[in-house]
């Protein structure tokens, strides 16, 4: 993990322990710097998933939007990769979910781009987005192992997640379709 403000860990640990507990997980490595340069400086092939938590394209997160920044996350990527990344409301924020769905899918192909809507009530419009891309040929809609996620959710006693959830946030609404051209 790429935390580029010390702050977020210590305030993460002050209110949120029950997550901040990994914080102290053996396997964790924690790094307080720049995620930009940490994705331009990596290993080619070295990461199976990248997740991209940013903050909305503006000062030093401006540059989480950057074509350059993914094609050196795609590098980064093994070649059965995928990189999530968080891609803004297509309801408030259109041009840039826009945009970004638009720059993965020249780095990584049309085919490997696939969105996915949630419900965030905290956020402007109460409806945001992931952009997933992946290297491979990966479709987490018709790849999709119903019987595995079910087990997966009772195992786990999920509150949120099941698979109708699951396969329900990669249908898009017409004005999204609309919005990316599909």
Not at 14 to 22: T, V
Not at 166 to 180: C, D, E, G, K, Y
Request: net charge negative.
């Amino acid at each position: 993990m790429v935390e580029i403000d010390e702050a977020v860990i210590r305030a993460s640990k002050l209110h949120l322990p029950g997550l901040a507990c990994e914080f102290s997980n053996p396997k964790l490595e924690l790094i307080v710097g720049d995620g930009i340069d940490f994705v331009a400086k990596a290993k080619v092939e070295s990461y199976d998933v990248i997740i991209v938590d940013g903050s909305d394209p503006v000062g030093p997160a401006q540059g989480l939007f950057s074509a350059q920044f993914y094609r050196d996350c795609q590098k980064a990527l093994k070649s059965d990769g995928l990189l999530i990344t968080q891609g803004e409301s297509p309801m408030f924020h259109q041009s840039t979910f826009v945009e970004l769905n638009r720059c993965l899918k020249s780095i990584f192909g049309s085919q490997k781009v696939h969105t996915i809507l949630f419900h965030a009530t905290t956020y402007p419009s109460g409806m945001w987005s992931l952009q997933m891309a992946t290297k491979a040929s990966l479709n987490p809609k018709a790849d999709f192992n119903w019987k595995n996620a079910d087990t997966f959710c009772q195992r786990n006693n999920l509150k949120y997640y099941n698979a109708d959830l699951h396969t329900a946030a990669l249908s898009l609404p017409t004005f999204v379709r609309a919005l990316l051209a599909e």
